[in-house]
């Protein structure tokens, strides 16, 4: 299996422009997680996705972050427009929500720096 | 809700020595618990878990940790560090049923030192 991916890896953009984070979960997995981690932070969780639904979205900052998920195999996190303090490593993961133990699989991250 | 705290961001020990990373959680239905491994540069990956059954659970690289209910605790253990083990672990706390989230500590770094 190839796990979650994620692209870009890094992604370097200026202030005010649009950014979009892609994320392809685990085949067969049902539930799609956003997360941020700073620094100052830590890991917090964004939004997250069971059946393609948004079920929680309250740690989604503000209005300029939106992510949607059109099918099983893809989602995608917008920020429109970056600000500086969007500087972070966002983390895709999923899971096969159906059945417990309700465990998490982790993509290797997107390091964003907003200049 | 749930939470989790993880006492020590820091915790350095020396090759060989004993690993004891501290985790204690709150939670009002029973919990199943994680912890997660952290290198540089990479996501998190699954160490262990306790869903129910043995409240001593192994998991990969010589890590154990035992449930204890009554002290609502889930530490993390290895008798003996391997440099390798240098990252950050995370404890993490759910309620278990479908589509619920997990709640993550704020993380120990740890530290091993030749």
């Known amino acids: 299996d190839a796990g979650v991916i994620q692209s870009p890896r890094h992604e370097v953009t200026e202030m005010g422009q649009e950014v979009t984070l892609r994320c392809k979960p685990i085949?067969?997995?049902?539930?799609l997680f956003w997360y941020r981690q700073t620094m100052m932070r830590g890991l917090e969780l964004l939004i997250y996705?069971?059946?393609?639904?948004?079920?929680?979205d309250s740690g989604m900052p503000e209005d300029r972050f939106s992510a949607k998920m059109p099918n099983a195999s893809f989602s995608t996190l917008k920020i429109q427009p970056s600000e500086p303090r969007d500087s972070a490593v966002y983390f895709c993961?999923?899971?096969?929500?159906?059945?417990?133990?309700?465990?998490?699989?982790f993509g290797p991250g997107t390091r964003l720096t907003v200049t | 809700a749930q939470s989790v705290t993880q006492l020590g961001s820091h915790v350095s020990v020396s090759e060989g020595a004993l690993v004891l990373l501290r985790c204690n959680y709150s939670s009002s239905v029973p919990p199943y618990l994680f912890w997660y491994v952290q290198y540089p540069n990479q996501g998190l990956q699954l160490l262990l878990k306790y869903t129910t059954g043995a409240t001593l659970v192994k998991g990969i690289n010589g890590f154990e940790a035992e449930f204890k209910k009554s002290e609502t605790s889930f530490h993390l253990t290895k008798p003996s560090a391997h440099m390798s083990d240098a990252a950050e672990y995370f404890c993490a706390v759910t309620k278990g049923t479908s589509g619920s989230r997990l709640t993550f500590g704020e993380g120990t770094q740890l530290t091993v030192n030749p």
């Open positions: 996705f069971n059946n393609n639904v948004p079920i929680d």
């Open positions: 993961a999923s899971s096969f929500g159906q059945s417990r133990p309700y465990e998490q699989y």
């Open positions: 085949s067969g997995h049902n539930s």
